[in-house]
């Protein structure tokens, strides 16, 4: 719940959980870095559950045919 609300408190909106670490590595790679994310779980302090993990995959489904068709748009213009 702590850093839940440390993280709302210096302005975070969202958290990616592995965006980060390959960033990271893009970077170090001198790779040019994109980003996608798809928020599947709140992290709201005073309403926390556990995780439901078959809830994350439904959600992350839900959000993939957007996904590709952004992606699609964004290849053919490149």
């Known amino acids: 719940r702590a850093e839940y609300r440390m993280l709302g408190r210096?302005?975070?909106?969202a958290v990616?959980?592995?965006t980060v670490p390959e960033v990271i590595?893009?970077?170090?790679?001198?790779?040019?870095?994109?980003?996608i994310s798809v928020?599947?779980?709140?992290?709201?302090?005073?309403?926390l559950e556990p995780v439901n993990v078959t809830e994350i995959l439904a959600v992350a489904?839900?959000?993939e045919?957007?996904?590709v068709r952004i992606m699609k748009e964004l290849i053919?213009?490149?």
Do not use: F, Y
């Open 65 to 67: 045919p957007g996904l």
């Open 10 to 13: 210096l302005g975070a909106d």
């Open 39 to 47: 928020i599947t779980d709140l992290g709201d302090p005073d309403h």
């Open 61 to 63: 489904a839900r959000a």
């Open 25 to 35: 590595v893009a970077n170090h790679l001198k790779l040019p870095v994109a980003a």
């Open 16 to 18: 990616g959980m592995s």
């Open 76 to 78: 053919r213009e490149i």
